[in-house]
């Protein structure tokens, strides 16, 4: 199994950053590509980020430009710097790790962080 643990939520006003880590523990070997979402209050989970293995990353238009996503494979950590933070982007952040054990696709979720952005 693995195991996913976010930190570095908070309260921010607009305008400003904030840098998002998750540490992987765990079968972290099996680990293959991963990736933030988020969820608002009364809204679907979205993704946010996504970053394979060898670091091939992805984004929607919302926040291409502000945010990046990085990777740390040999300290087993994802990270994701967010800049020029809107109200909009307020909700739980969630880190996601797809993997694979006997042939079998899994995919690992953290508890959530807070990130709540005033205007």
């Known amino acids: 199994q693995v195991q996913l643990v976010e930190s570095g939520g908070g309260l921010v006003q607009a305008g400003g950053s904030l840098r998002l880590s998750c540490e992987a523990s765990g079968i972290v070997s099996s680990i293959n590509a991963m990736a933030w979402y988020r969820q608002a209050p009364g809204k679907e989970r979205e993704l946010v980020a996504a970053?394979?293995?060898?670091?091939?990353?992805n984004y929607p238009d919302s926040v291409k430009g502000r945010f990046t996503i990085s990777r740390d494979n040999a300290k087993h950590m994802l990270y994701l710097q967010m800049n020029s933070l809107k109200p909009e982007d307020t909700a739980v952040y969630y880190c996601?790790?797809?993997?694979?054990?006997?042939?079998?696709?899994?995919?690992?979720w953290g508890q959530g962080t807070q990130v709540t952005v005033s205007s």
């Open positions: 970053i394979t293995r060898s670091g091939a990353t």
């Open positions: 996601n790790a797809e993997y694979i054990l006997a042939g079998i696709p899994h995919r690992a």
